[in-house]
């Protein structure tokens, strides 16, 4: 079987920023607690042209760049942006390949909140090695949940770091460095309508009535529910799929060089680190940034690969978690191989 790599990434992030003191004036929240708890300096918000697929878009033609790769020699197109985007029904990797000029491609989206880009990687990577015609895939896509965000509303607290910005990552088969090695993922159904938007679907349309209560941005239905249940399983999921992942791929935990981990409060992400024996300086925490879903780990890659902090030989897990809820991790073994 041949190996898949990651030829290049790309990256897109937003002009402008939202601060941590500014979020303090929207939500009440004292400013030291947006930074030293919730973890937030500042976080890339969307511009008037930074529309969900196109910042996706903007990434992918870096990644192209980056590789020097013939966007004709695309053979697969997997959309890793969230559904909140320029259409409400509309196939974004379809666009994407108009934009790219990728003509030889097909394409489909996929969906697992933030989990989307760790989930695509496994799916990218099975297509490939069940179809011989698939040589090169480009994923890629766009977040600006930022948007369902009510700063007044305590129950999505946790979720005031959502930003903005689109990420793209280039697979090519054979090729000998960055190798993708094995994924685990993880889905609780127990959390399926803890997270919702409840206005805008089948069971509420959208309404004048609706849009007056804010029935149209991000909620919590059951806040206390959710917290203790949530409390009992994440971390320990986080942990789970890391080390199945690595262990899947014939290595140990210890192995690990660096983790690119999704941004949440610095006393999880510590959490975590600690777990799994590993030092500040293996990993990057994005409060810089806040949490783009998906993006995030893809930038957390550039920025290791900016900063030395990822060098030939280094074991590397990409880990996430998204809404509803799941998890999931993929390790790479990282440079010449």
Known sequence: M?????????????????????????????????????????KPIPGPDDHTAEMGIRAAREAIKKANTNPLEIDLII????????????????????ELGAHNAWGFDVAMRCGTAVMALKVAKDMMKSDESIQTVLLAGGY?????????????????????GGGAILLKKGVGYNHLLESHLMTDGAFSEDVVVVAGGTKNPISKEAL?????????????????????????????????????????????DYLGILHMKKSAHDFVL???????????????????????????????EKQGKIKDGDLIVLVSAGIGYAWGATTIKWGDC
């Open 212 to 256: 007056d209560k804010k029935l149209n941005m991000l909620d919590v239905l059951d806040p206390e529910g959710m917290k203790q249940r949530l409390e009992e399983k994440s971390m320990q999921n986080f942990l789970y799929v890391i080390r199945n992942s690595v262990e899947k791929s014939g290595y140990k935990v210890e192995d690990i």
């Open 274 to 304: 600690n777990e799994l024996g590993l030092t500040e300086e293996q990993s990057i925490y994005l409060n810089e940034y806040g949490h783009i879903g998906q993006i995030d780990q893809i930038l957390s890659l550039e920025i290791a």
């Open 79 to 98: 959309y890793i942006g969230e559904e909140h985007k320029e259409y409400p029904l509309w196939t974004a990797a379809i666009k994407t390949q108009q």
């Open 144 to 164: 600006r949940n930022v948007d369902f965000i009510d700063y007044e509303n305590p129950r999505t607290r946790f979720m005031y770091n959502l930003g903005a």
């Open 2 to 42: 041949q190996s898949i790599g990651i030829v290049s990434t790309g990256l897109y992030i937003p002009q402008t920023y939202i601060t941590a003191e500014e979020i303090a004036k929207k939500s009440g929240i004292p400013k030291h607690i947006i930074e030293s708890k919730l973890g937030i300096l500042k």
